[in-house]
């Protein structure tokens, strides 16, 4: 019986107390003089990640997304979990909680997803938050690679023919896998041609990225217009703006056709272009340094 009470305010002390590893002077409630070896886990594919994780690293071949633990309460709560995820895949990964939580990466409003492009890494830490929709976890910090001065990227985007596009048509995407662009919408503006005035045939064009949203801070756009058909048409392009919608990036474009303005007697002959060979080169530029 003594035995067992001495066991027990052993126990009971060494509970409170400082522990150290590798000294016998603890200056913290743990104190490890030493390397610190932790759970490790390559995935490939989507993944879901619990108890047992702590440092996961993707390395998949095709965009994939990872998916944090349901938050718990009571007992079961684990308020100071940490993750740290990197990505070294040449794909984009995406990292969102559970359910309709979200994550706390600033004062404002919380995200429901965070996209770490190739090279990319991020440590989460869970909060002390609750409820279903609740900002439940803390970003502490998202790093980039080490890279060039500048970052591209570059893509083809369809033009369609002149006249009135009012909602999405799959006949203009441009890309492949998570890389499309879609056009949303195309709006006319006929030629005028006046003793005091001459205006061209164009399209205010809006364009929408099926994949991440672009960080648009400091985002440059060069664009231009080809032509791969035997018709003459040439055209000129002006950037309209960027926006970020409902988790999508949008871009807005001006095409005029400049070669020819007006019509001829032949009604088929105007500047309304027809042909469906006319594409937009856009190459946008970033500076990271």
């Known amino acids: 019986m003594k035995k067992l009470i001495f066991l027990f305010i052993l126990l009971s002390t060494i509970s409170n107390a400082q522990v150290g590893i590798g000294t016998n002077t603890p ?3 743990l104190d490890v003089r030493g390397s610190l070896q932790t759970a490790y886990r390559e995935v490939t594919a989507n993944a879901t990640l619990d108890i047992n994780d702590y440092y996961v ?3 998949g071949t ?7 633990p349901a938050i718990q309460t009571g007992t079961s709560s684990f308020t100071g979990r940490i993750y740290r995820i990197k990505n070294i895949s040449s794909q984009v990964l995406t990292v969102r909680p559970a359910g309709t939580n979200t994550f706390r990466i600033s004062s404002t409003t919380p995200d429901a997803t965070i996209t770490l492009n190739p090279g990319f890494f991020v440590e989460l830490v869970n909060n002390a938050n609750t ?3 609740a900002a439940v976890w803390d970003a502490s910090f998202v790093a980039q690679p080490m890279a060039q001065a500048v970052t591209l990227y570059g893509a083809t985007l369809k033009l369609p023919p002149y006249g009135s596009i009012t909602s999405r048509n799959p006949t203009y995407d441009s890309g492949t896998g998570t890389d499309v662009w879609w056009l949303i919408s195309a709006t006319p503006s006929t ?3 006046s003793a005091s005035l001459s205006r061209p045939s164009r399209m ?3 364009y929408e990225y099926q ?3 672009f960080n648009l801070s400091g985002l440059q756009p060069l664009l231009t217009v080809g032509n791969s058909s035997s018709f003459p048409d040439i055209f000129s392009v002006s950037f309209g703006g960027f926006s970020n919608t409902t988790g999508k990036t949008r871009l807005t474009v001006s095409i005029a056709r400049v070669d020819f ?3 001829t007697a032949i009604p088929a002959t105007n500047s309304n272009w027809q042909g469906t060979e006319f594409f937009i080169n856009a190459l946008f530029t970033k500076r990271t340094l």
């Open 191 to 193: 030629y005028e041609v």
């Open 27 to 29: 200056n913290s409630v």
């Open 261 to 263: 303005i007006g019509s």
């Open 57 to 59: 690293v993707f390395n």
């Open 211 to 213: 994949g991440a949203m």
């Open 204 to 206: 205010t064009i809006v």
């Open 131 to 133: 409820g279903t929709t």
């Open 62 to 68: 095709a965009a994939s997304t990872i998916t944090l």
